[in-house]
C-alpha cells in the first residue's frame, strides 16, 4: 500500500526580492515593497510530502524522527534565522519563495532518494505559497492540480 | 471533474506496539509512542470525493448524504475510542497516521453516492498528516 505521510516545519528568515541588472526604479517596479534595500522577513511554512510504501512491521511510510532529523539537517539548520540573500545558494538567483521551494526540494529529493514521490510546499504568509515536485511520482493530488491548471 | 472536501474530527487513544519484537525493539523504533498505557489524538479527517457536477442540483454529491456516510462509516466507531483495543482492523496493524488513512478510505471505499473517494487525509496533529490515494 502507498501512502503520503506529510509534516510542517516553521521557518523564519529574512530576504529583499531584487536583481542586479536592474535600475532600482525598475526593481521597485518589479518588486515593489519586496525590495526595499534592508530587506524583511517572513514566518515560513514548509510543508513536505513524501510518498513511499507503507512497511507492514511499523505501519509507516517513513519514522518522523528520521524525517525530522532530516529536514532539520538540511532546511532548518542552513536557513532559519537566516538572511537568505547572504546564502550560497541564492547567490544567483532571486530568494524569492518560488525559488526557495525548488531548493528545499533539491536538497530534500537527494537527501531521501528512496522517496517514492516528494512534494514541497512553502507557505510564506498566510495568504501565499508555492508547491513544487520534480518527479513524476509526486501524490495524485498534485497531479491533478498541474492537469487542471493546464486546461 | 471537480473535487470536493469535507472535513470531521475524532477523538481517540491508541499506542504503537508489533507483538513480533522484544519491548527494546519496539522502544527503539516507536518511541514514546510505544506507551502501553496509550495516549491520544483530536484527529482531523479530511475526505475528498472526485465527480461531475450534476447539472440539475449542482452537486458533485449531496453533503448531508457525504456527512452521514462519514458518521455512520467511521466516526461512531473511532470516536473516543482506544483504537487498538476496540477498532477491529487495529488488532493487526500498527494504528499510525498512515494505516489510519488506509483503514478509512477502506471504510468508505464506494459508500459515497454519485462520487469516487479521491483521497483521504488523517490529520493527527496539525503539523503531522497522512494521505492515501487508494494505491496499491
Known amino acids: 500500500m502507498k501512502a503520503y505521510l506529510g509534516r510542517r516545519y516553521r521557518l523564519s528568515a529574512s530576504h529583499r526580492l531584487f536583481s542586479a541588472s536592474f535600475s532600482d526604479a525598475q526593481n521597485q517596479s518589479v518588486y515593489g515593497k519586496c525590495a526595499n534595500p534592508h530587506g524583511h522577513g517572513h514566518n515560513y511554512i514548509v510543508e513536505v510530502i513524501i510518498g513511499g510504501a507503507i512497511d507492514p512491521e511499523t505501519g509507516m511510510v517513513m519514522n518522523l524522527v528520521d524525517l525530522d532529523a532530516c529536514v532539520d539537517r538540511e532546511v532548518l539548520q542552513p ?51 508555492f508547491e513544487f515536485s520534480s518527479d513524476r511520482a509526486s501524490a495524485p493530488a498534485s497531479q491533478t492540480r498541474q492537469a487542471e491548471g493546464q486546461r | 471533474m471537480i473535487l470536493l472536501t469535507r472535513k470531521a474530527e475524532f477523538s481517540a487513544s491508541h499506542y504503537y506496539w508489533n507483538d513480533a519484537w522484544t ?32 447539472p440539475a442540483t449542482g452537486f458533485v454529491v449531496d453533503l448531508k448524504q457525504l456527512k452521514d456516510v462519514m458518521e455512520r462509516e467511521v466516526i461512531a466507531i473511532y470516536d473516543h475510542r482506544h483504537l487498538n483495543l476496540e477498532v477491529p482492523e487495529f488488532k493487526t496493524a500498527v494504528p499510525t497516521t498512515e494505516n489510519i488513512a488506509v483503514a478509512i478510505w477502506q471504510r468508505l471505499d464506494s459508500k459515497i453516492p454519485g462520487a469516487r473517494l479521491h483521497r483521504v487525509r488523517v490529520y493527527e496533529l496539525p503539523d503531522l498528516f497522512a494521505d492515501f490515494y487508494g494505491e496499491a
Open chain 1, 79 to 129: 536557513f532559519d534565522h537566516m538572511n537568505l540573500n547572504t546564502l550560497e545558494a541564492f547567490r544567483d538567483i532571486v530568494p524569492s519563495t518560488e525559488n526557495l521551494c525548488i531548493e528545499i526540494e533539491r536538497r530534500l529529493s537527494r537527501a531521501l532518494p528512496q522517496a517514492q514521490g516528494l512534494t514541497v510546499r512553502v507557505e510564506e504568509t498566510s495568504n501565499n505559497f
Open chain 2, 23 to 54: 519491548p527494546e525493539e519496539n522502544q527503539r523504533v516507536f518511541g514514546r509512542c510505544a506507551n502501553r498505557n496509550g495516549h491520544g489524538h483530536n484527529y482531523t479527517l479530511e475526505v475528498t470525493v472526485a465527480g461531475e457536477v450534476d
